[in-house]
């Protein structure tokens, strides 16, 4: 068995206010969170939790992930736009062309997200986080599909993307021209967790055979790797409450 992902991490200035922008978008409720800050648990079978981790650092540059939202309806698709800029989110231009029907909107952190057109057939029953979508390479997406041992469901083009046998938001990296990094370290991560009855010290390696690199920064019970592209990931034994 493989490691499970347990949340989508971001790094907040205000965890508790960007709890709440995302609560009230994606409609899902709190949970006690063990690093201080706030987190959110799904409220349908995406399969993983939203987490807002302290941070001191300001964003200063565009996100390598970002959530595309889906629409059932062109009107399903402006009442998302309208609740997110209700809550606090802004329009934002991030070289998106007149034709292109999705909408591009910054939360009030500045973390980029998507809300889809409908008819968009490659996120059709991916639920309404439709996907996590990354900057990346062909590369780490083969490294992310034997680390959560999640089937390829698009490999074409050097563009890749996984999704979980239980169903739930795909994940897809674009392929090159990688965009530069920016900041001490990227501002949203993934958090995973051996498989239940599992060692952390034997997975953490397992990853690393799989063309993870081990970085500093963890602590106790917590390992801080990064993936073939650079981009961080924990690798953490669960809460109690996350076990199940």
Known sequence: MASRLLALCFDANDPAGLARFWSGVLGWET???PTGGATLLPADDTGFRVRFVPARERKSGPNRMHLDLTSGSLEDQRRTV????RLGARHIDIGQRPEERHVV???PEGNEFCVIEPDNGFLADCGFIGAI???GSQEVGYFWSRALEWPLVWDQDQETAIRSPHGGPKITWGGPPLMPRTGARHRLHFDLAPPPGGDQQAEADRLVSLGATRLDGGG???AVLADPDGHEFCLRAPARHEAS
């Open 31 to 33: 949970a006690d969170d």
């Open 82 to 85: 309208a609740t997110s800029l």
């Open 105 to 107: 909107l910054a939360d």
């Open 133 to 135: 979508a990354c900057d």
């Open 220 to 222: 106790p019970g917590r």
